[in-house]
């Protein structure tokens, strides 16, 4: 439950190369596979760093609310249903009302009313950009050691699962850390 005069910050995770390993390139039949995302090995320091944001939920000093957004391909039709078991067995405390899946067809910015206290934590470029074009704060994860080169130079803010977990959400969270000291510092 929301508490009055909060200012909330709300954070959406991707799962797919996020929470969980996803690799690039892997053939569109293998996603069809029964069991291919239940079965999706964890990144372990994401998922401690979600466990850390939701152990802050609605604190009093940097109130937030945590989402899941996913993507899925339209034809697979267990998708969502192992998306959600993914879940349950790894980040429980997401309740169901707080999990956002949508096929590929659609765009994330379409789901959710995006402003500078929305932030997106995803590792595909082009989710992100849309999502800062409609005034979104984002994260860039990074995949590997060449998209971290490349990409620290493109996005403002970058995790990536070798970073120690506190770190991740230090990172994740840098904008409405400083945005709630700045304004406790003007009163």
């Known amino acids: 439950m929301d508490k009055p005069n909060l200012i909330v910050y709300d954070y959406y995770f991707d799962m797919d190369g996020v929470l969980n390993t996803f690799e690039f390139g892997t053939p569109e039949e293998s996603l069809y596979i029964p069991g291919y995302f239940r079965n999706r090995p964890a990144q372990q320091h994401f998922i401690d760093a979600v466990n850390i944001m939701l152990d802050m939920e609605l604190g009093d000093d940097f109130p937030l ?25 790894y980040l429980p405390r997401i309740a169901s009302d707080r999990r956002i899946f949508l096929s590929t067809e659609e765009s994330k910015v379409d789901y959710i009313k995006v402003s500078p206290r929305s932030v997106l934590i995803d590792d595909y470029g082009e989710n992100l950009k849309q999502f ?20 620290s130079k493109e996005w403002p803010a970058c995790v990536s699962p070798e970073q120690d977990p506190r770190q991740i959400v230090d990172n994740i969270m840098a904008f409405q850390r400083y945005e709630m000291l700045y304004k ?3 009163v």
């Open 65 to 89: 609310r945590l989402h899941i957004m996913s993507m899925y391909l339209r034809k697979n039709k267990t998708a969502v249903a192992e998306k959600n078991e993914w879940l349950d067995y």
């Open 132 to 151: 800062k074009r409609m005034g979104g704060r984002i994260v860039k994860v990074s995949t590997d050691a060449a998209d971290r080169r490349k990409e």
């Open 184 to 186: 406790k510092q003007l």
